[in-house]
């Protein structure tokens, strides 16, 4: 329970893959009218129901603001664990603890900076509470990473190597003081990796300054899945192709080649003019403006124990997503959350949740 | 971590004497202006060393609203737990669980209904929520007790004997609907006791009713100590002589007599003109004038783990009181905590821990 003045791979501490056990999984409860519309009471029926798909495979813990603290209760299975917690908005991927373990099964959480994705959405002072809160609230103890990083713009294998897009990690709206030299020592001490696999960009118009976390993720050590589209009018063909490329170009930290497996995306979606009248517009937030394309991707999912909660979309590639990800995941059951009203927030599932080893 | 339908008493769990073995200690940060003066900072001065005094002992954590987060954390030891939690005022010992204890080691907690001592502190609405927020974060299981009850008004000593006043336990402030039998069928349920010795009155203008915890406590089985003074013409005199006499002729759950101490009290304290001067004085609020006379006692220590927690006031009794207390408790370490502004918001070190086996 408290602050180490060292780094995880000094002590001997990696971030595992997210398909390894995992104790359980946090996230945080929506609320910030200028984000989710409607007083995010569809955004909250959304996390209920993805609280509850994962809740089937693992502990899962909510937190929630004072003010939300009974409906949040109340619209939640009761075996959902509800802690207080303030916050800006409730993208615990991003804000929250990255999870380490050594071999011995110990676990401690690293701490970033956090400065809403560039600054993006004002204030989040609250945020940057939240991995330190839930570090204290399970007794783990914390390092403090000295560079600004959110959670969705790294993906690991647990065997040494890392995943990012440069679009995020070298933009200078997270840390322009920074040779991509020093990111790359910094990611190497925090996460204990050697290898760290550079693609270009994130999903088209990710206002995430393109997370790799909607683009490709790992199935397992060697193998990744990469959001693609075959319509090479849509600029998202260029990313994908790009990414694409670079991965069949790469090697990871073990030598291997990847098997790199394409799910197609939904349909491009854009924001009705209802749903970006049900949000206020105040300064200081991305506008949510009718017409504006949001970045969809089935890649955005969560690996529970034994299980895969993903979004889909009411659109004609979800059953081509679900089975491409069935196959990948044979042993795992595939839950399909309908995920727009999380979308519209800005992001998905893998975005909501944070795992705990 | 589920809302049991049963009683402690029918599954076989009992609450178990301070004296008996911690996990830890729970406490809550002050702030309200309307109850603790100079917006709360000489009391958080004095709530911080007495943390810090039964971190010593065993582990301690500090619930701490939202706006007080990092002030909290800056002002105390980097060994006490801060975690997030709302509140209407800091009296743990009152809005906290009761936790129960079984042989087998397990752990549970009660949640009784809480009304702010007979209503007297407007609004409750987030204290009443403290002891399930507790429950979940520690993964306790929790039983709700159908009766309004502050942990502050009753003292166990682990064998089946259960320590009350009536002043407290029969007002009609509280329970008004209950007979005092169906008040007792409540407590044996709950804290699974057989004898229940009731007293009188409290200490002399005690505002919450004449809580026991600032009258009387359990040193170990068999052994009271209990707040006294030599003056008659002191209103507390016939209050503590009518409880001598009922302790002399009472017998506890085993069959035995109990052994009373006497411990004396400081002289009587009025609040000051300038400490008075610091409060709010908003409508809902038991006002504190100045010339009010203040409830002191020592009796209001905390027993941790091989150590006491003791209130003094800069008194002539102060030294008499810490001798005893000693001399009560052989194999323990006294730490004494100067605690005027800690008795100005109308309780004491007990008032403000609430110890978790």
Redesign the interface.
């Known amino acids: ?3 180490i003045n060292s780094t995880p791979r000094k002590d001997g501490f990696r971030m595992p893959g997210e398909f390894e056990p995992h104790a359980g999984c946090w996230m945080l409860w929506p609320e910030r009218p200028d984000n989710w519309r409607l007083g995010a009471k569809p955004a909250q029926r959304a996390f209920a129901t993805t609280a509850a798909a994962i809740a089937q495979f693992e502990p899962v813990t909510m937190g929630v603001s ?1 003010g939300q ?2 409906n949040a209760r109340q619209m939640l299975p ?2 959902v ?6 916050y800006d908005d409730s993208w615990i991927r991003d804000c929250g603890p990255t999870f380490v373990i050594n071999d011995k099964g110990a676990v401690r959480g690293v701490d970033w900076d956090f400065n809403a994705w560039g600054g993006i959405y004002f204030p989040w002072d ?1 945020d940057a ?1 939240v991995a330190r ?1 839930v570090l ?2 399970e ?1 783990l103890d914390r390092y403090k990473a000295d560079l600004v990083l959110e959670g969705g713009s790294i993906h690991v294998d647990g065997e040494g190597t890392l995943l990012v897009t440069e679009e995020c990690l070298l933009n200078p709206n997270r840390n322009p003081q920074l040779t991509k030299e020093k990111i790359e020592e910094t990611l190497r001490e925090c996460l204990n990796v050697e290898q760290i696999v550079w693609l270009d960009r994130g999903v088209c118009l990710d206002e995430t300054s393109g997370h790799i976390d909607n683009l490709c993720c790992f199935v397992r050590p060697g193998v990744v899945a990469l959001t693609w589209t075959d319509d090479r009018s849509d600029p998202q063909h260029e990313i994908s192709l790009d990414a694409y490329d670079r991965l069949r170009a790469a090697t990871d930290a073990r030598g291997r080649k990847f098997e790199v497996h394409k799910i197609h995306q939904p349909e491009p979606m854009t924001i009705t003019k209802e749903e970006s009248e049900g949000i206020d517009a105040v300064e200081g937030t991305l506008p949510r403006r009718a017409g504006d394309r949001l970045a969809g991707s089935y890649i955005n999912f969560y690996t529970a124990n034994d299980g895969i909660v993903m979004p889909t979309f009411d659109d004609p590639h979800d059953g081509a997503a679900i089975e491409t990800l069935q196959r990948l995941f044979p042993k795992r059951r595939i839950v399909d959350v309908p995920a727009r009203e999380i979308l519209l927030g800005g992001g998905n599932i893998h975005c909501i949740t944070q795992q705990q080893p």
């Open positions: 329970m408290t602050l004072r603290f009974l009761a075996h664990r509800v802690v207080e917690m303030s609250q509470l809160k204290k609230i007794r």
